[in-house]
């Protein structure tokens, strides 16, 4: 596969989807440990999206989200830093490497909708004024979901700069 996920060679989309599922089920035990740890509520959901296992940890009412906002931190700080470790435990039960997303009280499915908004006015900017738009230094999940909005517009994007100052340059046609 060339974006990156591990899959046996010849592995059937029924067996990828196997192997996300199950990716998904290890994260959301990993999570309901770290939630018991904690002492926060938060119910769990598992989702495979495009290529890639997606779980979310959401809560019932305004108490439980405030609690779990915790989890998400500052501009999302610790939501990335549980992303990674929640990789890590995927990665120990099964030997490969996870793409999975996490999500905590809408944290980044709110991100995604601002950021998609982002990348089609930088698109429409270009547009009208033929000129490159460089945006703001963003996080890879940011970066992904600006290029991807930029490319239903119709134009090109690249990633200019060294982390953690990379950014997206909108380019015109």
């Known amino acids: 596969m060339t974006d990156g996920t591990v899959a046996p060679e010849g592995a059937s989309k029924s067996e990828l989807l196997a192997s996300l599922e199950q990716e998904g089920e290890i994260a959301a ?3 309901e440990a770290l939630l018991d740890i904690a ?3 938060g119910d769990i959901d598992m989702d495979v999206e495009g290529d890639r296992a997606s779980v979310s940890i959401i809560g019932e009412g305004p108490g439980a989200t405030r609690s779990l906002n915790r989890l998400v931190g500052q501009d999302g700080e610790v939501l990335e830093a549980l992303q990674e470790l929640t ?12 793409r999975l997303m996490l999500d905590i009280a809408g944290f980044r499915a709110g991100k995604r909708t601002e950021l998609a908004e982002l990348g089609a006015r930088a698109a429409k900017d270009v547009k009208a004024s033929g000129e490159p738009v460089r945006l703001r230094a963003m996080t890879p999940f940011e970066r992904k979901v600006v290029h ?3 490319a239903a517009a119709g134009l090109r994007s690249e990633s200019e700069g060294e982390e953690p100052q ?8």
């Not at 990789?87 to 996870?98: K, M, Q």
């Not at 990379?166 to 046609?173: D, G, Y």
């Open 29 to 31: 035990d990993y999570l």
């Open 39 to 41: 002492d926060l509520d």
């Open 87 to 98: 990789r890590l435990a995927v990665h120990r039960e099964t030997g490969e490497r996870s």
């Open 148 to 150: 991807d909005a930029v």
């Open 166 to 173: 990379r950014r997206v340059v909108v380019l015109p046609a």
